[in-house]
């Protein structure tokens, strides 16, 4: 039996050092150790645990074991499109630093440095993470195929020139892991005043961390790391993440902008100019909006006129089976992305018409869901559970509801319920395997990187 009171000890302790919460799988194993620990040092898990101090080699061994990781190369495909195409062509031939803060097992900084290196930039490229485990990994460069999908894999052939592949791996070469400088540290308490650079840097990496704090933890973390950005330069978030983040968790000092279907925030100078073009594009796109309309207009008017001129056709009467009318096919992924580019723009009026758009009773649980979505992107957050309900009640296996209400339910303090919403969400998702029905929200995401993340917030039944 697990020695829950040790557990709770424990717990606080991760959450204060790191803003990590312990998963309910964890935990078992979370308490195999802490016994091991206790039954080594001739007392009780309880007292291990009060004495159990940050910045040791048992506390550093804890965090490896709750943290969780998923990252594989060139993973958010368009974001590189936009460092390759807009970004790094100004640099060519310059030297440029780059922070990837959180780069888990290290697949992020390979895959910026392999870009750098084919275009001709001379890249200085930090990367940190709180966990030794996953710094390990980097250090020592050899990967699972695993970490190649398909999200990237243009880029793929960017790495062949600095590792050798094998049937089961690939292997990079010493000189080039040598070009990326890691370190551990901590978001939540480390000073970014003790990096091991003085430079502040043209881009900085924040991707896929987001999803574990809580707003303050996120405001607190976003003006942090922003610190070390140099005027003009770029911060990048998860384009999973962005949608939910806003100029209340943001610094006054960073605007948000896009390139296409890429956000990203923007230091000083350049923040004004870029809210300009960007009005002075949605004006242009709103008169070709607008010209196409009246021109659809028109050809009605025209076609109306043709066809009271035409003589009256007899009217056939039907046979006494109907054929029922054909349901019209909807993509939702490309729904849910028109949808996210108006959450990120902030523009949610247009984002709930989008979601509300969506008709027919086949479809309600897509449209309950969509809605729900927006709200809870715009922080109403009764409105989203509300929302997220209906889509559960349409359809018993819609596990996107599922975490995102538990989502909900876990920002408004309600972790006990919430544990429900993310264990049969996980449920579900076991149950369909491989052939998921409802993938249109995952993104880069893998079906198991949304189960381990249930397994971290998952706090009761």
Not at 50 to 78: C, G, S
Not at 241 to 258: A, C, M, R, V
Request: proline share 4%; hydrophobic share 35%; charged share 30%.
């Amino acid at each position: 039996m697990i020695d829950t009171e040790a557990i709770d000890i424990i717990n606080s302790k991760i959450l204060s050092y790191s803003g990590i919460y312990v998963a309910e799988s964890q935990k078992p194993v979370l308490d195999t150790f802490i016994r091991r620990k206790a039954k080594e040092k001739c007392v009780t898990p309880k007292e291990y645990c009060m004495t159990v101090e940050a910045h040791t080699p048992d506390f550093d061994e804890i965090i490896n074991l709750v943290t969780v990781n998923e990252t594989y190369f060139f993973r958010e495909e368009k974001q590189f499109d936009f460092l390759k195409n807009e970004v790094f062509p100004k640099f060519v031939g310059k030297s440029i630093t780059l922070w990837t803060c959180c780069c888990s097992t290290g697949e992020e900084p390979i895959s910026l440095m392999a870009l750098a290196l084919s275009m001709g930039v001379k890249l200085t490229i930090y990367a940190s993470d709180i966990d030794d485990n996953a710094l390990a990994i980097l250090k020592k460069g050899r990967y699972s195929l695993f970490s190649l999908r398909t999200d990237g894999k243009k880029y793929h052939e960017l790495l062949e020139p600095y590792s050798t592949k094998t049937e089961t791996e690939i292997i990079f070469n010493r000189d080039f892991l040598n070009n990326i400088h890691s370190f551990k540290f901590n978001l939540i308490q480390d000073a970014v005043s003790s990096l091991p650079f003085f430079e502040n840097a043209e881009i900085i990496f924040m991707r896929n961390v987001f999803i574990y704090f809580d707003k303050p933890t996120r405001v607190n973390v976003t003006r942090k790391v922003s610190q070390r950005l140099k005027d003009e330069g770029l911060l990048f978030f998860s384009m999973n993440e962005i949608g939910s983040i806003d100029h209340t968790i943001i610094p006054e000092y960073l605007s948000k902008t896009n390139h296409g279907v890429v956000y990203y925030f923007l230091r000083g100078k350049r923040q004004e100019p870029v809210r300009v073009i960007h009005e002075i594009e949605k004006k242009k796109a709103d008169e070709k909006k607008k010209s196409l309309m009246q021109e659809k207009l028109r050809k009605e008017v025209e076609k109306a006129k043709i066809l009271k001129e035409m003589p009256e056709i007899p009217v056939i009467q039907p046979s006494s089976v109907e054929k029922k009318p054909e349901i019209p096919q909807i993509d939702f992924k490309s729904v849910y992305e028109d949808i996210c580019a108006e959450i990120n723009r902030q523009d949610f009026v247009k984002a709930r018409n989008i979601a509300q758009s969506i008709s027919g009773e086949q479809y309600k649980r897509y449209s309950f869901f969509m809605q729900g979505y927006v709200e809870y992107h715009a922080d109403n957050r009764a409105a989203a559970e509300t929302l997220f309900s209906y889509a559960e009640a349409a359809a018993k296996d819609f596990w996107p509801a599922y975490f995102y209400h538990g989502m909900v339910l876990r920002d408004m303090g309600k972790t006990d319920k919430s544990g429900w919403y993310f264990k049969k969400c996980k449920e579900i998702l076991t149950e369909f395997g491989a052939k998921n029905p409802y993938d249109f929200t995952l993104d880069s995401f893998s079906p198991s990187y949304i189960c381990s993340l249930c397994n971290t917030f998952q706090g009761g039944e």
